[in-house]
């Protein structure tokens, strides 16, 4: 997913090799084009046996001091399902730089929660036609990324050949000097976590978050588990509800590779007192009640001007 939270202690590393024989899929650094105030990151550098389907999470911190973040692209070899920047507020002391964890599942030595995302990324791939997963900002306008940043490499893969590989994507991140963002632009979180979804049963939760100042929307997606059935947000000024984003079927896939909606520049304007309401449908076939953070019900956009993440926590309606 998108969003993830790890506990205080600190993660299981991965071991280097599970099995032989293995077939080296990195992607090289000689297939990914660099620009000025480009920085080239690594992620994880795994081995996933036949079969795997797995979320590995590699921790580090960004040391290029006080930059705009302008875009990050990202590349993953054949089976990849998504490779993102996120951020965290784990210290360094609990994950060293270079920890990788196995972050597929929900147990063990960490716990899904909210975090503060930084961008969506623009995913491409090595083999096959390239697939554009961020909407990109104009030019002018960034992300404040700051110095000893803490941050989180998440890549996922399916193996569905027959022999293991070893993987290991890039991300570019096109940076720019703090003195040359017009725009700043930052993440609004939208989300509600005191839900409970009785097994065998369908079902519907409603919130609302209403802004304080205006704001410019660049881009919107939604966020569900694999229980999700569908997902909307409506805007109200006052008692008009006006649709604006919607995913009528919803399929597991987006949890990692979400609809994104985005609005030409000055396009989706939120005036200050516009109220959000977030929809989120599901039926959980379970035999257990389904709770946050293994369900959840997120909006994240980008809007601007802003400085630093937007969060609500959202009243059920």
């Known amino acids: 997913m998108l969003l993830l939270l790890f506990a205080a202690c600190a993660p299981p590393l991965l071991p280097d090799v599970l099995g032989d024989p293995v077939v080296d899929a990195r992607v090289d650094v000689a297939d990914v084009p660099l620009a000025t105030g480009d920085v080239l990151l690594e992620g994880p550098d795994h081995v996933l046996e036949p079969g795997d389907d797995r979320m590995t999470c590699l921790f580090g911190t960004w040391t290029g001091g006080d930059v705009g973040l302008h875009a990050v692209r990202t590349w993953q070899s054949a089976g990849g399902h998504h490779f993102q920047l996120l951020g965290t507020t784990v210290p360094e002391l609990d994950a060293p730089d270079g920890t990788v964890v196995d972050c597929t599942g929900e147990g063990g030595s960490f716990s899904m929660g909210d975090l503060t995302p930084l961008i969506i990324a623009e995913q491409a791939t090595v083999d096959g036609v390239p697939s554009a997963l961020g909407a990109g900002l104009p030019a002018g306008m960034a992300v404040e990324l700051e110095a000893d940043q803490r941050y989180v490499l998440q890549s996922h893969y399916i193996n569905y050949g027959e022999d293991a590989i070893r993987v290991r994507d890039l991300a570019v991140l096109s940076?720019?000097?703090?003195?040359?963002?017009?725009?700043?632009?930052?993440?609004?979180?939208?989300?509600?976590?005191?839900?409970?979804?009785?097994?065998?049963?369908?079902?519907?939760?409603?919130?609302?978050?209403?802004?304080?100042?205006?704001?410019?929307?660049?881009?919107?997606?939604?966020?569900?588990?694999?229980?999700?059935?569908?997902?909307?947000?409506?805007?109200?000024?006052?008692?008009?509800?006006?649709?604006?984003y919607a995913v009528d079927e919803w399929d597991?896939?987006?949890?990692?590779?979400?609809?994104?909606?985005?609005?030409?520049?000055?396009?989706?304007?939120?005036?200050?007192?516009?109220?959000?309401?977030?929809?989120?449908?599901?039926?959980?076939?379970?035999e257990a009640a389904l709770v946050f953070p293994h369900e959840m019900c997120v909006a994240i956009g980008l809007v601007y001007p802003q400085k630093g993440t937007v969060i609500c926590n959202g009243d059920a309606r």
């Not at 396009?267 to 977030?278: E, H, Q």
């Open 252 to 286: 597991p896939a987006y949890r990692d590779q979400p609809v994104v909606s985005a609005w030409e520049d000055g396009a989706m304007v939120l005036p200050a007192g516009t109220r959000l309401r977030t929809t989120c449908d599901w039926f959980n076939d379970t």
């Open 175 to 244: 940076t720019v000097t703090t003195d040359a963002v017009v725009t700043w632009a930052a993440p609004l979180v939208l989300s509600r976590q005191d839900f409970s979804l009785p097994p065998g049963e369908a079902s519907t939760t409603s919130f609302e978050c209403a802004l304080d100042q205006e704001w410019t929307l660049h881009s919107l997606f939604g966020h569900m588990h694999e229980w999700g059935s569908a997902f909307a947000v409506e805007r109200y000024e006052g008692d008009v509800p006006t649709p604006f």
